[in-house]
């Protein structure tokens, strides 16, 4: 029976762990799911390299990638891997035309080298520093769903976005984006589907959308 079905990867964003996905779910009867996560890269790895050993964790041919943020830009790289049936590219950029200027201005200074990375290590660190409701909900957020905190990765995985080479979309690719997201804003973005007052976090309170969108996108 799970021959007939469609496979559905999901790859959640940089340091998340594949929780970031509970509420989403989709037809048992015509979907599989399975959730990717990730792992230290070893040093001086490309982003290529990584997503060639990332695409051992896929057991099926032809499969849906579904990657939101850092795992947006991650999916694609799998998918000069790979034969996929679609991309589908969740708070996200397809190219670095799409990256921030913030961004682009980081990779020209390699001001991103600077950011202070360890402070991810200590949760209570990150807290005294927050202030108000919304950034102690932020860090009460990162405490569930942020599991990755290696040092290592984490400077690796901003170099890799802040420096990503790709030019054009990839085929098959369909690109959702919250029209509120700060991380990447809408703005820079083209050719996506906009989610009405969504945030880069979409994925955890648009989760309703999601549910009642995706089966249509991936079956379209």
Not at 114 to 138: C, H, M, Q, W, Y
Not at 169 to 187: A, C, Q, S, Y
Not at 190 to 209: E, Q
Request: charged share 25%; proline share 5%; glycine share 4%.
């Amino acid at each position: 029976m799970s021959a007939s079905k469609i496979q559905v990867y999901f790859m959640p964003g940089m340091a998340a762990n594949p929780s970031i996905f509970k509420h989403i779910t989709l037809p048992e009867d015509e979907f599989e799911v399975h959730f990717l996560t990730w792992f230290v890269p070893e040093k001086g790895e490309t982003l290529s390299n990584y997503a060639l050993r990332m695409t051992q964790k896929i057991q099926h041919d032809n499969v849906v990638l579904i990657g939101v943020s850092f795992g947006g830009i991650l999916v694609q790289e799998m998918a000069r891997h790979i034969n996929v049936k679609k991309i589908f590219v969740v708070s996200s950029v397809k190219t670095k035309y799409e990256l921030p200027r913030r961004m682009r201005f980081a990779r020209a200074t390699k001001i991103y080298k600077l950011f202070p990375t360890s402070l991810v290590n200590n949760i209570e660190v990150l807290r005294k520093f927050a202030f108000g409701d919304l950034a102690t909900k932020r860090l009460e957020l990162y405490e569930e769903f942020l599991s990755v905190r290696d040092k290592y990765y984490l400077d690796w995985s901003i170099a890799q976005i802040v420096n990503w080479k790709q030019e054009e979309p990839l085929p098959n690719t369909v690109h959702i984006h919250g029209e509120k997201d700060r991380v990447f804003p809408i703005k820079y973005i083209s050719d996506c589907i906009p989610v009405k007052g969504g945030t880069h976090i979409m994925i955890l309170n648009k989760f309703k959308w999601f549910n009642e969108n995706l089966p249509r996108f991936i079956k379209e």
